[in-house]
């Protein structure tokens, strides 16, 4: 079966740190730009970041760089997004995404995503 | 970066109804970038249409996509019970933005 899975959402407090991973099966993991993808409770979907198939390039939104972290084990099948000085905006369901072909793409797979909650 | 503006904001509507959406972009939408999603409660987004109209793998007929530039609009030619939910257009011209949904309820 084609999947993406999400893990490692929790709860922390503001300033904590939390790493997310994605384990892709049934894809090839290595030929796709991948990315995350956030929606805050009862929000609608905002981009957070993505990475190139060799794990070189990276781009973030504005509201994450200096803070979050995205990288990739394509021996693994693995997506990861590490999270530092986290906040409360920060609180959403965090999805991995496939992307379609290119660096910015349609979102073409998706996991059932992992919920993050900063709170005190 | 790109605004996406979606209208109505809910739509509401019976079984075997039409359906039309709307996007509007803050600025022209470069080759057609534009995607349409559905989402349900509990549920992770399904990509729907890319490419402004093309349908992706699986989608029904009566998912259309259509529009250039700033304005496009997603068409539910008829709408099927399982087609009410939440639905979002996303642009990715540039860094990926995404509208702030329309929901399509049972009126």
């Known amino acids: 079966e084609v999947q993406l899975v999400e893990s490692g959402g929790g709860l922390v407090q503001p300033g904590g740190s939390l790493r997310l991973s994605c384990v892709a099966s049934?894809?090839?993991?290595?030929?796709?730009?991948m990315s995350w993808v956030r929606q805050a409770p009862g929000k609608g979907l905002e981009w957070v970041a993505n990475i190139k198939q060799d794990g070189i390039e990276k781009y973030y939104v504005d509201s994450v760089k200096g803070r979050f972290t995205i990288s990739r084990d394509n021996a693994k099948n693995s997506l990861y997004l590490q999270m530092n000085s986290l906040r409360a905006e920060d609180t959403a369901v965090y999805y991995c995404?496939?992307?379609?072909?290119?660096?910015?793409?349609?979102?073409?797979?998706w996991g059932q995503g992992t919920m993050v909650t900063v709170s005190s | 970066e790109i605004v996406l503006t979606q209208s109505p904001g809910t739509l509401s509507l019976s079984p075997g109804e039409r359906a039309a959406l709307s996007c509007r972009a803050s600025?022209?939408?470069?080759?057609?970038?534009l995607a349409w999603y559905q989402q349900k409660p509990g549920q992770a987004p399904r990509l729907l249409i890319f490419?402004?109209?093309s349908r992706s793998t699986g989608i029904p007929d009566r998912f259309s996509g259509s529009g250039s530039g700033t304005d496009f609009t997603l068409t539910i030619s008829r709408l099927e019970p399982e087609d009410f939910a939440v639905y979002y257009c996303?642009?990715?011209?540039?860094?990926?933005?995404f509208g702030q949904g329309t929901k399509v309820e049972i009126k």
């Open positions: 600025q022209s939408v470069r080759n057609n970038y």
């Open positions: 490419g402004a109209s």
């Open positions: 049934g894809l090839t993991f290595s030929n796709y730009w």
């Open positions: 996303q642009q990715y011209d540039s860094s990926p933005t």
């Open positions: 995404a496939r992307t379609q072909y290119l660096r910015y793409d349609a979102f073409n797979m």
